[in-house]
T-cell receptor, first 113, second 113 residues
């Protein structure tokens, strides 16, 4: 089955800095890569996703890049703000077959004011 | 407007006393999922429904059961909760199988005394 590795487990940055979280996946058939943000005491919420037919996607301060050859994808947050502090999960899934998303272990992002 | 609703938000039960958690959705999605999430860990899939078709994860204990009486509602039954079952339980939905966004509810925090 699919295996998703996520690094780092904890990331501490100063407000205004950039943050990068990286994930690798094992199954080359995976073609959908969402990122979820989970605030304390809440359920995960999708913040951005990317499909295997594109290499990069951007939404304001958040961007995701995908390297299919290397089987890794990354989340980039620029100009971080204290409200970006949360746990971020990457995931990988595929159309059809074993279609349940596989989650990474999560990254706790702390943005210091 | 809440799209995936979980009740109750907090549940305290005694060791061995059956408990039911509920989830409802206003999205009319075909797939509903139940996850167990323990502190500082990724959500762990227990089972999911694709319409009425039930899919159990191989490592989900028999102590956990689920019902989906209609498209909108799904229930998680824990027949004899143990101390190790204390966790956040997350319900999620998606429009279909494969590469679709998951919508998570706020979760139910279960405490076992």
């Amino acid at each position: 089955g699919e295996n998703v590795e996520q690094h780092p487990s904890t990331l501490s940055v100063q407000e205004g800095d950039s943050a990068v979280i990286k994930c690798t996946y094992s199954d080359s058939a995976s073609n959908y890569f969402p990122w979820y943000k989970q605030e304390l005491g809440k359920g995960p919420q999708l913040i951005i996703d990317i499909r295997s037919n594109v290499g990069e996607k951007k939404d304001q301060r958040i961007a995701v890049t995908l390297n299919k050859t290397a089987k890794h994808f990354s989340l980039h947050i620029t100009e971080t703000q204290p409200e970006d502090s949360a746990v971020y999960f990457c995931a990988a899934s595929m159309s059809g077959g074993s279609y349940i998303p596989t989650f990474g272990r999560g990254t706790s992002l702390i943005v210091h004011p | 407007d809440a799209m995936v609703i979980q009740n109750p938000r907090y549940q305290v039960t005694q060791f061995g006393k059956p408990v039911t958690l509920s989830c409802s959705q206003t999205l009319n999605h075909n797939v509903m999922y139940w996850y167990q999430q323990k502190s500082s860990q990724a959500p762990k899939l227990l089972f999911h429904y694709y319409d009425k078709d039930f899919n159990n994860e191989a490592d989900t204990p028999d102590n956990f059961q689920s019902r989906r009486p209609n498209t909108s509602f799904c229930f998680l039954d824990i027949r004899s909760p143990g101390l190790g079952d204390a966790a956040m339980y997350l319900c999620a939905t998606s429009r279909g199988a494969g590469s679709y966004e998951q919508y998570f509810g706020p979760g139910t925090r279960l405490t076992v005394t």
